[in-house]
Each structure stands twice: as structure tokens, then as C-alpha cells.
């Protein structure tokens, strides 16, 4: 019989931990990053949650910290769509932690236009921070990822970006340039020993979707499973699947999470 591995022969509850990892969110000052900080927190991982603004993160540490959540929370500033800040990000972080075992790129911003409408400055700001911040990030981690045995990514797509979504034509686009980021850079770094996934939601309440749309966590029927918008727990909930040892044979994959579909685009049987 062949031995198991080291992974296998662990516990179900301890094949689904992350204590001891080292994690860098971006976009972790609010929705789904917040969720995930939080959640990777309270799993025992210690996480470096990043925004633009550290007036905006900050407040997440001190909230991670004051709790009883195992997990250290240190708030960096840092804009995806710069260079410098984003490799001071990994450097302070290992110079935090002593390492790096996951990245999550979260950080992630939409406007919703006519493409007719979408002026050239427009297009590259949505593309810049949601394409372009993961190349950066996913680039400058790359090394501290790969020492000590490898990492993990974690993307953040989206269903627009899977099958198309009216009057997000930049958005879809620079996400389905993350998703396939994801499948090709798993497999060109798979000697790495870095294993990368994605996670496309549909619509997920938080403070970004409800400044655009108006629809929020507080006005929504969580026990309706039809095609309700989701929560950002539960997209937390799948990236710490994805980060944990659990997932260890899913590697390049885009996992879409976004409810049952809609009964109009069922097809005829
Ligand atoms: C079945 C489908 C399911 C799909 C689910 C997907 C649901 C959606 C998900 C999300 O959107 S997730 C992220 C949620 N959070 C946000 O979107 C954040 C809110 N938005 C912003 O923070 C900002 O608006 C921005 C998009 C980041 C832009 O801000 P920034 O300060 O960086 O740039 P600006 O100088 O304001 O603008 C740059 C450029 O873009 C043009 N622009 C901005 N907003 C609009 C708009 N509403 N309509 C048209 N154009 C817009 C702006 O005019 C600038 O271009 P120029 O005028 O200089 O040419
Ligand atoms: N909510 C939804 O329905 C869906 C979301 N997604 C994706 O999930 C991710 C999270 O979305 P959601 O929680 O809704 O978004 P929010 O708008 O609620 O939060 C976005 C986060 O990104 C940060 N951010 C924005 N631009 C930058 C930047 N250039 N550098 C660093 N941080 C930045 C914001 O912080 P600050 O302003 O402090 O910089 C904030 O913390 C995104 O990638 C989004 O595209 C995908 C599909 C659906």
C-alpha cells in the first residue's frame, strides 16, 4: 500500500487550516478582502491586509488584532497599480512574518458604461488596477512565494469576465485576463511549487457593489438560494479552501460562485 502523504495523513479539521501561513490581501479594507483578512485571521494565518488608503485599512488590523481571532493583522498601504509600493509590500511582509505562503489579488474596482462611452482613460483604469494589479502583485511575490516550499495564489475574477456582462466590457475583459492568467501561470509555475486559482463571483453585496448599484448585505433574503446575491463570507469561505492544504489537487481553476442561475437562461428540456 503506498505511504500516505504528509497532507493525507493529517486530520480532516487540520487538512483545512491555515495556521501558520503568512498571507498578503489586497483590497482588504473592505467587502470580500475584509471577509477573507477576517477569515484567514481566524484560521490562525497572520495577514497583511492592503488598500490605497491606510486610513481604509488600518481599522481592519485593529478590528483583526482586538479580537480573539489567533491570527496577526499588520495594515499596509499600497496601491496594485504601482510597482514600488507593490514590491515595499511583499518586502515588508517578509521582513513582517518572516515569509510568504499566499497572496490573494482581491483588489478590484468597476464602473458600469455603454461601451461606446468608455473613454481610452476608463478603459485603462479598469483594466490597470484589476489586470495589471494582479501581473504586479502575482510578479513581485513570485520569489518569497517559492521559497520555503512554495505558495498559493488566489484570484479574483468574476462572472462577467467568464460569460460576458452588459456594460462592463472593460471589467469583463481585464477579468477574463486574470482567469487566464491563472491557468497559464499554474502551469509555468507549477516547478515553483506555487499553485494558483481563481474565484469568479457573481453578484456579492459590499460596500463597492452597493455604491454602484445600491444593493446591500442589509436588504437581502440569505436563506433564498434562487439567484440572491451573495455574501462576501461566502467568498471567503472558498479562498480559504483554496489556500488550505485541502485543495492541494486543484491547481489553475476558475471557480464560479454565483448562485443558481437564472430560470430565463435555463434551456429548454
Ligand atoms: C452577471 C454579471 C455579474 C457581474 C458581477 C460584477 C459586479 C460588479 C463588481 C464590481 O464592480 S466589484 C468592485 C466594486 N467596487 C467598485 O467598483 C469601486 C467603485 N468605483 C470606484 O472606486 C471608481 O469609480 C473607479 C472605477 C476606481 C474610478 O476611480 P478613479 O478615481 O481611479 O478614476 P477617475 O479619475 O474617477 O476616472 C478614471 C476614468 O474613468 C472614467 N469613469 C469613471 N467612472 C465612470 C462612469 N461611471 N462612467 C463612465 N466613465 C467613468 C472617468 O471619466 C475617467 O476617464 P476620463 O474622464 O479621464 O476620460
Ligand atoms: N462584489 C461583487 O459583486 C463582485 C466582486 N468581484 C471582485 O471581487 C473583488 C472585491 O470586490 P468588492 O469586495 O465588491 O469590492 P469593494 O469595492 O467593496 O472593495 C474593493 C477593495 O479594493 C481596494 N482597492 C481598489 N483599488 C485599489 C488599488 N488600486 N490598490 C489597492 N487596493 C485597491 C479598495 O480599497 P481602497 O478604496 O481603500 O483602496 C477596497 O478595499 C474585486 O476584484 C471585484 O472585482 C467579482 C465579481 C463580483
Not at 1 to 27: C, N, V, W, Y
Not at 172 to 188: F, Y
Not at 254 to 263: K, Y
Request: net charge negative.
Amino acid at each position: 500500500m503506498p505511504e500516505m502523504s504528509d497532507a493525507m495523513s493529517k486530520s480532516h479539521t487540520e487538512r483545512f487550516r491555515l495556521e501558520g501561513q503568512r498571507a498578503i490581501i489586497t483590497g482588504a479594507s473592505s467587502g470580500i478582502g475584509r471577509a477573507i483578512a477576517e477569515e484567514f485571521a481566524a484560521d490562525g494565518a497572520d495577514v497583511v491586509v492592503c488598500s490605497r488608503e491606510q486610513d481604509n485599512v488600518g481599522p481592519v488590523a485593529d478590528e483583526i488584532n482586538d479580537s480573539d481571532r489567533p491570527g496577526e493583522a499588520v495594515a499596509i498601504e499600497c496601491d496594485v497599480t504601482d510597482r514600488e509600493a507593490v514590491e515595499a509590500l511583499v518586502e515588508a511582509t517578509v521582513d513582517e512574518f518572516g515569509g510568504l505562503d499566499v497572496l490573494v489579488n482581491n483588489a478590484g474596482a468597476s464602473f458600469m458604461s455603454g461601451f461606446d462611452d468608455i473613454s481610452e482613460n476608463g478603459w485603462k483604469t479598469i483594466v490597470d488596477i484589476n489586470l495589471h494589479g494582479t501581473y504586479h502583485c502575482t510578479q513581485a511575490a513570485g520569489d518569497a512565494l517559492a521559497a520555503d516550499g512554495g505558495g498559493t495564489v488566489i484570484n479574483l475574477s468574476s462572472v462577467a469576465g467568464e460569460q460576458g456582462a452588459p456594460y462592463m466590457s472593460h471589467y469583463g475583459a481585464a477579468k477574463a485576463g486574470v482567469s487566464n492568467l491563472t491557468s497559464t501561470l499554474s502551469a509555468e509555475w507549477a516547478d515553483r511549487d506555487i499553485r494558483i486559482n481563481c474565484i469568479a463571483p457573481g453578484f456579492v453585496a459590499t460596500p463597492g457593489v452597493e455604491s454602484q448599484m445600491g444593493v446591500s448585505a442589509d436588504n437581502i433574503d440569505r436563506e433564498a438560494v434562487e439567484r440572491r446575491i451573495g455574501l462576501s463570507e461566502e467568498i471567503a469561505d472558498i479562498a480559504l479552501f483554496l489556500a488550505s492544504p485541502a485543495s492541494s489537487y486543484i491547481v489553475g481553476q476558475t471557480i464560479t460562485a454565483a448562485g443558481v442561475p437564472r430560470l430565463e437562461e435555463t434551456p429548454d428540456i
